[in-house]
Each structure stands twice: as C-alpha cells, then as structure tokens.
C-alpha cells in the first residue's frame, strides 16, 4: 500500500468530517475524531470530548495532513 493513498484517503475522510461537523467531536484524551453519538473514545476510551465545531474541523484539518493519526469515525459513508 502507498503511502499517496492513505493519504488520499484521510483526506476523503478529512472532507467529510469539516462539510458536517455537527456529527463529529474530539477526544480530549487522544485527540481522535469519533461519531458524536459514541460515550467513550473507542481509541483511550475516556469520556471527554469537544463537541465544538471550530475544534473538529480544525482536528479534522490536522488528520488531513497527518498520517500517523487515526480517524475512528467508522460510519462515514
Ligand atoms: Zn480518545
């Protein structure tokens, strides 16, 4: 697998999240974007997030460009 892709990738996913950052929120432990509706972070599984949407698609931003950090936002599609 090439790197290009998982980058491509992200940045789909990237896209998806700032176009409706109502459906998403940070993890204050990890840092992950997760579906607004989860408890706890399905990463570190802590319990605080920012559910601001400056905050997500500023995250969002960041992953885009990030490749080492994960998107666990699993219903994207
Ligand atoms: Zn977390």
Redesign the pocket.
Known sequence: MSDDNHLAERAAKAQKIIAAPLKFKV??????I?TARVVT?P????YRFDESPDRVVEQATHLASRPQQSVTAEDLS
């Open positions: 993890c204050e432990g990890c840092d992950s997760v972070c990463n570190c599984h802590g």
